[in-house]
């Protein structure tokens, strides 16, 4: 297991997918991707050396999320205090239905809770990995506060990685050897009187 | 300068080429979307290039077994045979020749390699909880089916991530006591309709 093994660390971020969950884990040289799925897990290695930019862009799906979860919770604060208020309009809870309450009460408590939990979590985002050959977005990363703390983490062990690459201008620019100075051409011999 | 352009990851409208105007970009030209891109060195670094295999110049000097012109650098940690530098592959450290890491690859012993492994205890808790909740009386039968598959994919290697063995352990109990549950409700609905 990955959480024993003394050559992985897991970074933060990862989290719920559409299907199961992802988690990510870096080794000396190669960042590891495991998405758990319904019945398999898939595993995706990135050579550090090999990245070349993540992406990070904000998305509107948390405010799909809060609004859903702040109408039930309006909805359902509504109908208790109506339900507490005005026994009898409060259909379809009969007066002295305690259990209908409660059951009430804890609908309205579990969506506000959601509620502010989708706030303190922040901001929904997605991220995409480029690497020389391919650019693939990376699940689990939803929240954009735990993909920058994924990304400072990442950002120290890649660069630590790359530490000899150099721009190709520069590169060019300065050759890796030099060669050896080319032999002066012998000097014309003096003309023969 | 990079060979693949950065694009938006919403749009796909494609970012500017340049390293520091992109390093300092906030939100995307085109849909206006916030975004931060992190660029590294291999971003501006030209492709990777291999070592070059040397060819063998005197007599009885090593060569490789695939390429008899090309200088032997290293033996394969596998089989033992003579490598140049175009056929010596390292993984995690080791040397190897590309017919041994195929082959390895192919036996799933290259741990480095593999790219999935099935989950049978995700199967086995699926087919003991999803019953209860979608179909009641079909659990006795979606129980036994999860025994008889934890018995059958003890062995599977576990996972990278959670403990396979102990989630399979843990399904045994819980598989036998919806089978008894669900035999005994199937009595007592039998019972009632007689």
New interface residues.
């Given amino acids: 297991?990955?959480?024993r093994d003394p050559n992985y660390t897991r970074l933060p971020g990862g989290g719920r997918t559409l299907t199961g969950n992802a988690?990510y884990w870096l080794a000396r040289d190669h960042l590891l991707l495991?998405d758990?799925q319904?019945?398999?897990?898939?595993?995706?290695?990135f050579d550090l050396?090999?990245?070349?930019?993540?992406?990070?862009?904000?998305?509107r799906l948390g405010w799909i999320d809060r609004g859903i979860l702040g109408g039930a919770s309006l909805l359902f604060l509504a109908w208790l205090l109506g339900a507490l208020t005005f026994g009898k309009l409060s259909f379809p809870l009969a007066n002295g239905d305690w259990i209908g309450l409660i059951a009430l009460a804890g609908a309205a408590l579990s969506s506000l809770t959601g509620l502010l939990l989708s706030i303190r979590a922040g901001r929904m985002c997605?991220v995409?990995i480029?690497t020389?050959v391919q650019?693939i977005?990376l699940p689990g990363l939803n929240r954009w506060r735990k993909a920058?703390q994924f990304?400072v983490t990442l950002?120290s062990a890649?660069?630590a990685a790359?530490?000899d690459?150099?721009?190709?201008?520069e590169?060019v620019a300065t050759p890796a050897f030099t060669a050896d100075p080319e032999p002066e051409s012998p000097a014309d011999p003096e003309p023969s009187s | 300068m990079a060979a693949t352009a950065v694009s938006c990851p919403k749009c796909r409208a494609p970012l500017p080429d340049d390293p520091a105007a992109l390093a300092a970009l906030d939100r995307c030209p085109a849909c206006g979307t916030r975004v931060k891109i992190c660029l590294f060195p291999a971003f501006t670094a030209g492709p990777r290039s291999g070592a070059l295999p040397e060819a063998v110049l005197a007599e009885g000097e090593a060569a490789c077994f695939y390429h008899a012109g090309n200088k032997a650098v290293v033996p394969c940690d596998q089989c033992g045979r003579f490598l140049c530098a175009l056929c010596d592959l390292e993984l995690a450290g080791r040397h190897v020749c590309p017919v041994c890491l195929e082959s390895g690859a192919k036996r799933g012993q290259v741990e480095l390699l593999e790219h999935s492994r099935a989950r049978p205890d995700l199967v086995v808790w699926n087919l003991l909880l999803l019953p209860l909740i979608a179909c009641g009386y079909a659990f006795p039968l979606t129980a036994l089916i999860a025994l008889i598959y934890t018995l059958v994919k003890w062995n599977t290697k576990p996972s990278l991530v959670d403990n396979t063995r102990a989630r399979l352990a843990w399904a045994i109990p819980v598989a036998l006591l919806e089978l008894a549950g669900g035999v005994a409700l199937w009595l007592f609905y039998l019972r009632m309709v007689r």
């Fill in positions: 297991m990955l959480r988690s495991v758990v319904t019945a398999c897990e898939r595993y995706r290695r050396r090999d990245i070349r930019c993540l992406t990070l862009v904000a998305t997605r995409e480029q020389g650019t977005p920058e990304l950002t890649v660069q790359q530490a690459l150099r721009p190709v201008t590169a």
